[in-house]
């Protein structure tokens, strides 16, 4: 589904990717470890088009079409989605018009009609269930004076109510109490499927105790270094990365 | 009342000077001739404003003034096609439309108004009524607006509101101004609206795109008394063509216990529009609302002047206008607030903020206030700025193409004005005309 090779990436000229190369099938988790400034929001970014990353070499494929060719809104429409760190609140768009035209561009992009009132209520309904997002939430302002928690509820909605092939949850673990992270990771468990895919970017093996991922993968110094399945997390977790900085290849930079 | 540019526009003030020989020969009651006569000589001292006059620093007129213009059509009635009068109508909204063609009240074109109480007349056929002895020409400062003096000293057509004392307005009077021609034109219309002891109206004005084919300068004064307890919702929504020029001068006088609300949503079109409104409190506990959001485009100026004047304790004054700016639009906002030595436990709230979306756009934004009481509560403020960048971002990482972003963005911006506004279908009519003005 989605295929990375060689990605190098920079933000005002410093190369933050530095040859990353991934491979993501359809039904699989992935997780990507890494301490803090090894590149692991830049890779999110660089996925989703965040125009003010440059992209120097490499490929990216996601169902066989150059990603890096299409504008944001077309990745979206593709079926990529970004669960952002910071969801950015927006006071005067409605939470429900703007699903509603999300929905809807994404559809007319698949050459699908306008969804219909009733079906969309009905999905509304039954998604914020599946996430027990509060329905007075979806009728507010997008996010706005949202707790971090009901934020971070509010894009797993809208991944459930999208219904992208490809997510990728950029610490949406970061900063949860217990609760929301079970009810996170409750909603993500039940939205996998042999059809989707998941990229969790996370800092905290705690995450991936509620979301048992079928990969793990350490970030570093822009590249990938290591991977192996969820024993690798633990061992992580009671190491932390020290040791596995000598296995990474020189920095180009410092 | 110095400086002026008489000298630069002289054909126009020539010809205001000798229309003024001319009309002074027309019977009207001597009350009315008296205040012509003071508008009149007001004019003829200080002629058009220039730039340096103060209150009208940011706008250069001469341009607009230069021209050669009639002051009147020469036909009777100008003919109108149906299709303006039907574009200008608000969906699904009930109303008594009152059409006013280059200032003249069209009987033919209008409802009439069959409600006991409410009076809706040409203003010169209202020159006998005891209302508008009372109160027309009272609370307007004819020293210090050139442009009132000039249309007090010339007015010959416009509209005339009454609500009696405690009627309340079935329905909203809806008031289309439609000013056209086929050679350069300059009309000063006038009206008065005068709205009874515990009445209750809305009167929404929309100022139509009505194809002209010259140049339409519109220099338009209403006066409105709010009286005792009395509430009224006035609305103005104004599109035009580059044709157009409005200086629309709006002079409001509030007694004790009224509400008075003001919307205003202007659109890319109108070469050059400036507004004033001016507001007196002076009664206790009265409130005052101004809403207003402007959309420009082009080439665009559009300048919004507006004195709050608080005269009496325990009044509330809130005041919000929002700017979105596109192209090498030029936008002004200058917000007096006065609070008079008198006026102690008054709240008074003003916010200005605007969003740049041409490159080449301006804009000036000048909150003023100057309190004379000790114990009131007051506040400012003014803001300029662009498209938040992450938020585009976010629209667009969720499928959203970046026309309906950027559109979904200014919606959200208006929002807290458009929200005020408390008929739902003036609301939707407003929306649907940012979606097109943003598009134009």
Known sequence: MLSIKNLKASVDDKEILKGLDLEVKAGEVHAIMGPNGSGKSTLASVLAGKDNYEVTGGQVTFDGKDLMDMSPEDRARAGLFLAFQYPVEIPGVSNINFLKTAMNEVRAYNNLPPIEAKEFLRMMKEKQKLVEFDSALANRSLNEGFSGGEKKRNEIFQLAMLEPKLSILDETDSGLDIDALRIVSRGVNKLRSGKNAFILITHYQRLLEYIVPDYVHVLYNGQIVKSGTKELALELEEKGYDWLKESAPAASFH | MENTATQIINSLYDQCIADFEVRSNTAEPEALTALRQKGFQNFKKAGFPSNKVEDWKYVNLTPFLKESFATATEEELVEVPESVIKNAAIPHLDVWTIVLVNGVFRKDL???????????????????????????????????????????????????????????????????????????????????????????????????????????????????????????HHYYIQAGSEKNRYVHHTEVYQQQNSVYNNYKASFPGTSLLRNNLNIALDGENVESHLYGLYLSGGHQLVDNHTIVDHRKPHCQSNELY???????????????????????????????NNLMLGRKAVVDSKPQLEIFADDVKCSHGSTVGQFNADALFYLKSRGIGEEKARALLVHAFAFDVTEKIPLAEVQDHINHLIEEGLKA
């Not at chain 2, 409802?111 to 009272?138: C, M, W, Y």
């Not at chain 2, 192209?327 to 436990?345: C, L, M, P, W």
């Open chain 2, 110 to 232: 209008s409802d009439t108004v069959n409600q006991e109480g409410v009076f809706v007349l040409p203003i010169l056929e209202a020159a006998s009524r005891p209302a508008f002895q009372k109160h027309f020409g009272t609370y307007t400062d004819l020293a210090k607006n050139h442009f009132a003096a000039v249309n007090t000293a010339l007015f010959r057509d416009g509209l005339f509101i009454e609500i009696k004392n405690n009627a309340i307005v079935e329905k909203p009077i809806h008031v289309l101004h439609i000013n056209t021609a086929n050679e350069p034109l300059f009309l000063q219309p006038r009206s008065l609206y005068v709205v009874g002891v515990s009445a209750n109206g809305s009167i929404i004005e929309s100022f139509v795109n009505a194809g002209a084919n010259a140049n339409v300068f519109v220099n338009n004064v209403a006066e409105i008394f709010v009286a005792e307890n009395a509430n009224l």
């Open chain 2, 322 to 352: 929002k700017g979105v700016m596109k192209d090498e639009s030029t936008g002004v906002f200058n917000g007096k607030i006065f609070v008079r030595k008198d006026a102690q436990k008054t709240n008074a709230f003003q916010q200005n």
